[in-house]
Structure formats: C-alpha cells, structure tokens
C-alpha cells in the first residue's frame, strides 16, 4: 500500500482530487487508519483512477461512471462508441441550430431594417416635424431615438417570443418577415394608419378599461402648442393618445404617431421603464383640434 500522497503522484493528479473521487464514491482508498485518518491506496487502483478520468473527460456523467467501474475493458470500449454517436448527433443538432439561427438572424437584420427605412421614409414631411416645432435637418436626436426605440421594442418582442402584427386601416399583417415584405412590396405606401404591436396584446378598446385621462387639450393649432405641458410618460404604465383634428391637419399624416413616440422618448421618457403608447387620430367634427392622453 501507499500513501494518499504517493498514489496522488503515480495518478498524476492531486490529493484533493482523490478525496473528492472518494467523497461522491468513485474511488476510495483501500484503507483508512482508524486512529490517524490517513489514507492508503493499493498500486493496482491507479487502473480504476485512469478509467474514471478518461470517462470524466469523455463527458460521462457520476452515475454512468459508478456503472462502468465493475465492467471489463469491452464493455468501457463499447460504452466510448456510444458516448461517440451521442456526441456526433448532439454536434449535428448544434450545427442545425446554428444554422438556423444565422438564417434567423439575417431575416431579422432585413426585417429591422426595411421598417426602419420605411419609418424614415413617413417621416420625411416637413409639415409633420413643423407640427412638432421640430427641425428635420438639425433635429437628430429624433430620428436616432427613433431608430432606438423600435429596436428596442423589437428585441424585447424576440426575447419574449411574442409575434409582432402591423395594423393598417382594417387590416393586420402578423409576424416581422410578413410586415416587412408588406413595406417592400409597396402594398403600404398609401396607408393612412400604422401601428406596430405585438400580436395578441391589448388595442385601443380594451386599453381603456381602468385608464384615467391625465391631460386634455383643445383648440390648439399646432402639437407644440401643448406638447412642454405633457407630464412625465415613465414608470413603465401605458398611455392612450387620442387625437380629434380637422382635416388636413399634419396630425393626420402616417408618420404622425412614430414621430409622437420618438418626441415623447426623447423628450418625456416614454417607454424608459417599460410601458408603452397607442395613438389614435380621427377627424373632429366640429373643425377644432383636441388631443386626451388615458393612463393606466
């Protein structure tokens, strides 16, 4: 028999590792001294110590380790080969994954990108930014608010698994690869109302139920007018803007709600902690402009 220490050096390894082999009962010593508490080894145990290590290595588990340490040497060899197919089928698996994902990821880039485009796009008016006060020349702070905004929304709708469905006048186009061939292919351009969301989630009726208005403005010209007295838009709750306006006003551009998001993130930490804005317009019916914001 010999010392842990010296069974430690023919092993090639270190004493803490065969008390750990001996603490989950893989390898314990041939005999521990009752009165000292060494432990000893038997030379012909290094055979079970190089099994285990290269079961270890081989990415064998405890429990199938415990079960090949009374097999012979044919059966250990035969378990290798198994372990080889396992390994070769999880290597495929993860070569199918990867490829799925890179083709995942491109859709995505394209998706993102393309709406991107088109948002920028809506929001090339003039008119539209002179509503807002705006100057769209000097202004960047809006458009990569924008950008940042939508990126946001749309890596959080990835993360959560959730779809994410476009309304258009009376129609809805479900899932980012549909939306973006929508945009690409011009069905679109002349769409008077966009509004992104994710699939499923609460739309105009329902946000009402237990909102509270929390501003109200009406007989205003322009969304400036008004637009410094807006309270704060955080704390992650949901907010309703409904507009009323006479026609022709900018408000009624497609545009008009992604440059009210990008405004109120920039300017009133709209969706800094979650939450988030739905924007209706319609005609008023009695010439006058009128906004309200609900909160819930």
Known sequence: MITIQGFARLCGCNTQTLRYYDRIGLLAP??????????????????????IRNLQQADFSIEEIKSLLGRNDDYVLAAFDRKVEEQKQKLAKIREIQRAYLEEIMEMRNAVNTIMDYVERKLDNP????EFGL????????IAKVHEVLTDWLAQCRAEGANVSLFTDNREFSGLKNVAEQIESGALDHAERLVLSRENREYEDTILE???????????????????????????????????VREGSPVTDGGFPTMLLAVMAARNHAMSEGGGITCRVDLSNDGINHVSLMEK
């Open 30 to 51: 041939a005999r521990v001294d009752e009165w000292t508490g060494y432990r000893y080894y038997e030379e012909e145990q290094a055979m079970l110590f190089v099994r």
């Open 127 to 130: 008119a539209l930014w002179q």
């Open 135 to 142: 100057d769209s020349q000097g202004d960047t702070q809006i």
């Open 210 to 244: 237990g909102a509270h208005r929390i501003f109200a403005r009406d007989g205003w010209e322009h969304v400036s007018d008004w637009l410094k007295n807006v309270p704060d838009l955080g704390g992650g709750k949901e907010h309703y803007f409904h507009f009323r």
